[in-house]
DNA sequence: GTAAGAAACTAACAATTGTTAGTTTTGTTT
DNA sequence: AAACAAAACTAACAATTGTTAGTTTCTTAC
């Protein structure tokens, strides 16, 4: 296992803070506490507290970006999509749950270029999705209920999934995406 | 239609501020200028900025476990209850989709008491979930995953209801209500 | 038109914020 | 042991925070 730099250190011990307070309530000295130096000291490696906040959102929305355009580009079918979908947010969630709290919670205090950047691959991520959703139900793959509201329902429940998971100490992750799949796509009853 | 108390006008431009930036992210004085006055003069309404988070979050919490109550409280079958907690958020939501944004990612600013009951209020809502899932699964009107899938799969769409549905224009609240039943729990393929 | 309450205002406070400058300590390489 | 870089420190800054005190203005009822 690589060690870890300093800034590593940082920004995993930040993220884990902003998970718990969102990243306008955790200050450089609550950060600093944390990692048992002054806040001042934190200067020392990172450039400021918004450059912790970009590199974490930023790092993982290219995860997402660049898992969907892998999908979008093969050539399977709608289901099988759906579940290599499925399986991507299992997969970022396991590597870093702490981080995606901030993505879903605190992309809004990015500023200007990170902003504009991550704006653009969320819409292009939830345009790739709702395509493949539409494709499925054209060509009878998917039941043809209201487009927005599959998406939304899908959506939803992969991106909270940071919430919920590391709290489930009895669930491997290849049982997680077994029903996972199961659940969001034949249901329940 | 009542006439809006300056209190509530206050509560609710906080709403969609706390909506967008999040609690800590707004001030007193970015509130005051949302209503044309300046930060001093909120006080001749409100006891504290904290007292507004309170009153925005306590209010949703208490409709959503008085709902419960009486789902729980009803001899219906699971399926009829799962569709009665699905038509509880979406009317919740309905009624105040910005005050949502708070009681679900400003949770953790609430002080002491209020804090105490809001987080006994959201588990004991969690349990009777898990309550009614489970006895579903045991009368086998529920296909048996895992009822921690289950019942996170569920909620997480419903709580997150508030983000997607007001930007939905053409979308009724029946044919959402009948779709999100659909999808939700007989699935989408 | 005056009394009274509601609701706005100005001015200021003490605390906290992110960050910088300059200095000292620690750890490693020669 | 000397040299050097990495990483910590102290001290301070200018701006912003929630809130209070005291005062003025607006609205309504008599």
Do not use: C
Request: glycine share 4%; aromatic share 8%.
């Amino acid at each position: 296992m690589r060690a870890e730099s300093r800034k590593e250190e940082i920004i995993n011990a930040a993220s884990i803070l902003f998970k718990e307070k969102g990243y306008s309530a955790v200050t450089m000295r609550d950060l600093a506490k944390a990692m048992g130096i002054k806040a001042a000291s934190l200067y020392n490696h990172i450039q400021s507290k918004q450059e912790i906040l970009a590199t974490i959102i930023i790092d993982l929305a290219e995860m997402f970006t660049n898992g969907m355009n892998q999908i979008v580009n093969s050539d399977e079918n709608t289901i099988q999509k759906l579940e290599k979908i499925i399986d991507l947010h299992i997969d970022v969630t396991l590597r870093n749950a702490d981080g995606l709290a901030s993505l879903n919670n605190d992309w809004m205090h990015l500023e200007e270029e990170n902003l504009q950047y991550f704006e653009k691959m969320r819409q292009e991520y939830e345009e790739n999705f709702r395509d493949i959703v539409k494709k499925g139900v054209a060509r009878n793959e998917i039941k043809s209920f209201n487009i927005e509201i599959i998406v939304f329902s899908t959506l939803s429940t992969l991106r909270t999934l940071y919430l919920w998971y590391p709290k489930q100490r009895n669930i491997e992750a290849e049982m997680l995406k077994h029903d996972m799949v199961s659940v969001l796509l034949k249901g329940i009853v």
